[in-house]
């Protein structure tokens, strides 16, 4: 069976599996041959719910815009914005109320865990609907000046090249025509070259979906914006890292870091050892 553009189905790589390639191929290579999936902890159960609540808040935008029919103010916005996703949050509660409550995670903790990561992408979102009621849009006709769109969480898949991920955030400039994907950091530091990789890999994507150019991309952390480059030299590296991780397990184990400082901390150091 063939798949739409002439090329046999196969099993996309993830833009993860790209980031745990540049962290480490071995670890990689002992989690697909033993098919170990890390362990689900507390903190990856947030950061899921989480996920999940901002792409059914993207989801809903466009009716959330369109119900804006007055000059709100900005504090106004904000707290529909809220209201909004202190709703998605009790549904994703209730929902899964066995599992989260297994890790004593409370509704409480989740709300403000989505608040404070969501603020700064909620203060963009506030800042231009702002500036379009000052001059009397509301309803459709607000949904329909916006020129910068925001996607939070969106979900990717290239069929061309056999990759999926989901993207931070993604920049719709309707005047220049422009996607820009944004990855979202806690941490202030410098750049790796995984976080080019990681937007590099959305680029490709987005590029497939909209059928548009990416030319850049941001690392975000806080206030602080990094611009990346989307090169050729990048989108090749990342289709070579594809075809090697699909390769993966039919190849021999990658050598062992030369730099121990990530295996200090790393599950698999046994399994390490014995390949
Ligand atoms: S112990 Fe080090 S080399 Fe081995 S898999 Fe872990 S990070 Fe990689």
Request: aromatic residues 8%.
């Amino acid at each position: 069976m063939q798949n739409p553009i002439n090329k046999p189905s196969r099993k996309p790589v993830s833009v993860t599996e790209l980031t745990a390639w540049e962290y480490c191929p071995r670890k990689l290579f002992i989690q697909k041959i033993l098919k170990l999936p890390s362990k689900l902890n507390r903190a990856m159960l947030l950061g899921k719910i989480k996920h999940q609540t901002i792409e059914l808040l993207s989801n809903n935008e466009e009716k959330i815009i369109k119900n804006i029919d007055k000059d709100y103010d900005k504090l106004d916005l904000v707290l529909i914005y809220e209201k909004f996703i202190r709703d998605l949050v009790e549904k994703i509660f209730q929902d899964n109320r066995r599992i989260l409550e297994g890790f004593n995670i409370t509704l409480e903790e989740i709300n403000k865990k989505v608040m404070s990561d969501f603020s700064h992408d909620l203060k963009l979102r506030v800042s231009s609907i702002k500036d379009k009621l000052k001059f009397g849009f509301f309803k459709d006709k607000l949904w329909d000046s916006l020129d910068s769109l925001f996607i939070s969480e969106l979900r990717l898949e290239s069929q061309e090249h056999g990759l999926k991920g989901r993207v931070d955030r993604i920049e719709i400039v309707k005047s220049t025509n422009e996607i820009i994907p944004y990855e979202l950091k806690t941490r202030e530091e410098r750049i790796f070259h995984s976080d080019e990789i990681q937007l590099t890999a959305y680029s490709i994507m987005l590029e497939e979906h909209y059928r548009t150019k990416v030319a850049r991309g941001f690392i975000e952390s806080g206030t602080n914006k990094q611009e990346i480059k989307i090169t050729e030299e990048l989108k090749k590296e990342v289709l070579d890292l594809i075809e090697k991780i699909r390769n993966i397990e039919n190849s021999p184990p990658p050598a062992m870091l030369s730099n121990f400082n990530k295996c200090r901390s790393c599950e698999f150091q046994e399994e390490c050892m014995k390949l």
